[in-house]
């Protein structure tokens, strides 16, 4: 049973600060990894998506993955308000074909 | 550049009816895929399709099914309702379809279904 496990949350970050999120998923086969924000009744949006070992950075965000330790992070530098989003991590086995397996998400709060 | 466009939006349905959505992936994707969110699973993968073949399915009844049409957009129908259907039903494009991990989905906005 493929699984991605995320903290749910609230996690809660001031304004500005480094706000950090986490995953870790089941399946050694897993070769790629998303990050998806989704907003209140709104559909999920791609953040990022990272396949390799080591850290890949897109604006204020930087992905992390650890295929040893099966662990794939979210960093959001200078955290704004509107960064107050569920964050749904995601794993894919093999390719295109294959669906992805999404952790329940965890609910991020930016206080102002 | 349309999006993802997925019709209806909301939709209210009794147990046992059956129900059919459609999805208009963004034209060039040619894949589409089906998710089912709901508060308890979270999201959850449907099937997906490409040229008008389910390539992959994932671990629900045979009440779900879908097909793919000649221009891509594709339809799902949910048969004999339960009132566990109830969900947010999101399509998905994409446009690399080959053996790359890296297939990136953009989602529509969904279809709320409510089985009363």
Redesign the interface.
């Known amino acids: 049973q493929k699984e991605v496990e995320q903290n749910s949350g609230p996690l809660s970050v001031p304004e500005g600060a480094i706000a950090s999120l986490n995953c870790t998923y089941s399946d050694r086969g897993s070769?790629?990894f998303?990050w998806?924000r989704q907003y209140s009744g709104?559909?999920?949006?791609?953040i990022m998506?990272i396949?390799s070992n080591g850290d890949k950075e897109d604006g204020r965000f930087t992905a992390q993955l650890n295929k040893a330790s099966q662990y794939v992070s979210l960093l959001i530098r200078d955290s704004q308000p509107s960064d107050s989003a569920t964050y749904?991590c995601?794993a894919?086995t093999?390719?295109?074909?294959?669906?992805?397996?999404?952790?329940?998400?965890t609910h991020l709060i930016i206080q102002p | 550049k349309a999006g993802v466009t997925q019709t209806p939006r909301y939709l209210i349905k009794t147990r046992g009816q059956q129900v059919t959505l459609s999805c208009s992936p963004i034209s060039g994707h040619r894949?589409v895929?089906w998710?089912q969110q709901t508060p308890g699973?979270?999201?959850?993968?449907?099937?997906?399709y490409?040229s008008e073949t389910q390539?992959?399915k994932?671990n629900f009844p045979g009440r779900f099914s879908g097909r793919q049409f000649s221009n891509s957009r594709s339809e799902m129908n949910v048969s004999t309702l339960e009132l566990g259907d109830s969900a947010l039903y999101?399509c998905a494009s994409?446009f690399?379809?080959?053996?790359?991990?890296?297939?990136?989905?953009?989602?529509?906005?969904?279809s709320r279904l409510t089985v009363l």
Request: hydrophobic fraction near 35%.
């Open positions: 070769q790629s998303f998806y709104k559909s999920p949006e791609l998506f396949y749904l995601a894919r093999g390719g295109g074909a294959d669906g992805l397996t999404f952790g329940k998400g | 894949s895929s998710y699973q979270g999201l959850q993968f449907l099937f997906e490409f390539r992959n994932g999101l994409s690399i379809t080959g053996a790359s991990g890296a297939n990136v989905l953009t989602f529509g906005a969904g």
